[in-house]
């Protein structure tokens, strides 16, 4: 197992849309344990491929209080969507900012999981939101792209600035 790096706003390859997973087998379930060890480890609700710099249709997601009801949703697809609600959002890859994004509240969505099985699974509330958040990962999309240009300007100056920062200590 190992603790992947997450790639943060502005990175550019954060906007790759994802190609969907062709076989799953072990190099697969390895990828899909190291991306929980990093989610847990975080700590976050959800994680994407793509926010460790790989490009396939996987996300994995636990939004319980103890950590003992991982789910991985590979090639995920939202058949249905039902209400609104708006939640405070917060991302891995946008360390330190949260914003309002409104969302379905209800979701049906399908899936293979970890052993190939086709799921259907009706979600709802925070994790119906986190699944969507993940979803939009695959295809390019961030939270902030939800946001005012503006804020979106200021937070991606602030990252900018604190990721300089890091790569002079580095130095
Ligand atoms: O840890 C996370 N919390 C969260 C809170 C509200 C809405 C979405 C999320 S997902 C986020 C982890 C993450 O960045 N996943 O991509
Ligand atoms: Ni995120």
């Known amino acids: 197992m190992a ?21 799953v087998d072990d190099d697969l379930r390895a990828l899909i344990a190291d991306m929980f060890e990093t989610m847990y480890a ?45 939640t ?22 399908r899936f293979l999981d970890r052993d190939g099985v086709e799921v259907e699974l009706e979600a709802e509330g925070l994790q119906a939101v986190c699944i969507q958040h993940e979803i939009d990962h695959l295809d390019g999309k961030l939270f902030v ?6 804020k979106r300007q200021r937070i991606r100056k602030k990252l900018l600035k604190e990721q300089r920062q890091l790569t002079a200590e580095a130095t």
């Not at 939004?63 to 697809?77: E, H, K, R, W, Y």
């Not at 405070?88 to 969505?109: N, T």
């Not at 792209?145 to 503006?150: K, L, Q, R």
């Open 42 to 86: 975080a700590p976050g609700i959800g994680l994407a491929a793509t926010q460790v710099d790989v490009h396939k249709r996987l996300l994995v997601t636990d939004i319980s209080a103890n950590s003992d009801a991982p789910l991985a949703l590979i090639n995920p697809v939202i058949l249905e969507k039902d209400g609104l609600v708006a």
């Open 3 to 23: 603790k992947l790096k997450i790639l943060e706003f502005p990175d550019p390859r954060l906007r790759t849309k994802a190609s969907p997973v062709e076989v």
């Open 145 to 150: 792209d939800y946001i005012s240009e503006a």
């Open 88 to 109: 405070d959002e917060g991302c891995l890859s946008v360390p330190g900012f949260y914003e309002e994004v409104e969302r379905a509240e209800q979701i049906k969505v």
